[in-house]
C-alpha cells in the first residue's frame, strides 16, 4: 500500500490575496523579515510578488486582487511553525516592541499557540510550536474539545486592529 501512495515534499509556499501589494510587502517585511524573491508582471502591471525568509520560514505569494482579500479577511489559512516555547515567547515579545496586536502566548493540549496576528488585509496569521510538551502515543488520534475558546478568550483581551 505504501508504494502506491505519491511521495510528497511539504509545502511549497502559501499565497495571500491583498489590496495593495505595496503595503502587504512592507507589512510582512517590517513585521516578520521577509524579503521580495520574484515578481509577477501581467500585461505591464505588477500582479503578485514572491517573498522569502532569511531564517526559513515558509514562502509567501502576495497577488494583487482586493476582491478576494476582502473576502478571505478574518480567515486563518495556515499556521507558521517556530521552534518551541521560547522561540514563540521572543516572537511575541518582537511583535509588543512593534506595536503589533496579538492573542499572546497560550499553551494548548500539545504545544504553544500565538494567534490573532493580522496583516493589513486582515488575514489572522498564527504560530505554533514545532516542538510539543506532551508526546503523542503512535497511531493515537488526539480529540480536542472546546479548542476555539482558548483562541476566542485571547481575542475577547486583544480587540482586533482596525485596519
Known sequence: ?????????????LKLPVRDLARS???????????????????????????????????????????????????????????????????????????????????TKVGWILPLLHDPDGHEIRFYTMTEHTPRASGHIMRVEDGRDLIDAAERRTPLPHR
Open 25 to 107: 510587502e512592507a507589512w510582512y517585511a517590517r513585521v516578520l523579515g521577509y524579503h521580495r524573491a520574484a515578481e509577477f508582471v501581467e500585461k505591464g502591471t505588477l500582479m503578485g510578488i514572491f517573498l522569502d525568509h532569511p531564517a526559513g520560514g515558509p514562502r509567501f505569494g502576495l497577488r494583487r486582487d482586493p476582491a478576494m482579500s476582502e473576502a478571505a479577511a478574518g480567515s486563518v489559512w495556515f499556521a507558521i511553525g517556530v521552534a518551541d516555547e521560547k522561540a514563540i515567547q521572543a516572537l511575541a515579545a518582537h511583535l509588543d516592541r512593534l506595536g503589533e496586536k496579538h492573542g499572546g502566548v497560550i499553551r
Open 1 to 13: 500500500m505504501d508504494d502506491e501512495m505519491p511521495r510528497l515534499a511539504g509545502v511549497h509556499h
